[in-house]
Each structure stands twice: as C-alpha cells, then as structure tokens.
C-alpha cells in the first residue's frame, strides 16, 4: 500500500481544504459592501464571494492530476519529495494571486468587490492548505531507513 502523500488522497484532500477554508473564511468575515453602491456589483459580488473557493479548488485538483500525469510520463512518479512540491504548485498559484490582488489599491467599486469577496477569503484558503500540506509532507522528509 502506498504511503498517504504518495495517494489521490493527498492532493484531493488539500484543494478541499482549500476550497473549504476559503468557503468559511467567507462566511466568517461577512463582507458589509461598504464602498460598493451598485447592487447589481454587489450581489455579483457575493456570488462570487461563495464560489471562489471551491472553484479554486477544483481548478487545483485539475492542475495537481496533470502535474501527476507529466510526472508519470516522465518517470519521476517515484520521487517522494516532489509529491507535496506538485501540490505547493498546484495552490500557490491561488495564494500569489490573492496576494498580490490584496495589494493594489482600491479606486473603483470592482476592486473593492473583488479584494473583500474574493481576494481575502481566498488567501485564507490557501494559506491554510499550503499549512496542511507542509503539516502532512514532513513524514516524506523523516525516513527511518538508514542509508549505507
């Protein structure tokens, strides 16, 4: 039986926490709107608040198989300490973007929207499935094999 990083399960488990994080850090923070006056913006907005996180999740889980694929097919599949690099790669992406949205500046209503909807939840998400992976990865790096 394979060792759970080397799994599906793996990566399958940590775009659901992103995803999930991201869905709760939603609800948690309860974005008020205020800077937004259009309504129709706003309830994009929130729309877009709830789905953030689950598609980003999905999209990574997509994006993780197929840096599994091209591992495979390049025969590095059995390299143990690429299992949670794919992974990192697969939601960095997610944490850089939401960085960096977090960081511009807030001139129109849309980037207010987009860095209080979907931005912050976001980054919540992401932060906290790069912690569950590097939490879950550290088994890869403490072998009791001793090496001649």
């Not at 990566?11 to 850090?25: D, E, H, Q, S, Y």
């Not at 309860?30 to 259009?38: A, E, F, R, V």
């Not at 913006?41 to 999740?57: D, E, F, N, T």
């Not at 001139?107 to 929207?113: C, D, E, H, K, R």
């Amino acid at each position: 039986m394979r060792r759970f990083p080397a799994s599906a399960w793996f990566p399958f488990l940590t775009c659901l926490v992103l995803a999930g994080v991201a869905a709760a850090a939603f609800a948690v923070l309860k974005p008020d709107g205020t800077g937004i006056d259009n309504s129709q913006l706003l309830a994009a907005m929130k729309i877009a608040g709830w789905a953030a996180g689950p598609v980003a999740g999905i999209l990574s889980f997509i994006l993780i198989c197929i840096l599994n694929l091209i591992r495979r097919i390049i025969r590095m599949r059995d390299v143990s300490w690429m299992h949670p690099v794919v992974i990192l790669l697969g939601i960095g992406f997610w944490l850089v973007l939401s960085w960096v949205l977090l960081d511009e500046p807030r001139y129109t209503q849309f980037a207010v929207g987009i860095m209080d909807y979907v931005a912050r939840p976001l980054l919540w998400g992401s932060l906290a499935a790069v912690f569950f992976t590097v939490i879950l990865s550290i088994p890869l790096f403490t072998s009791s094999k001793k090496k001649k």
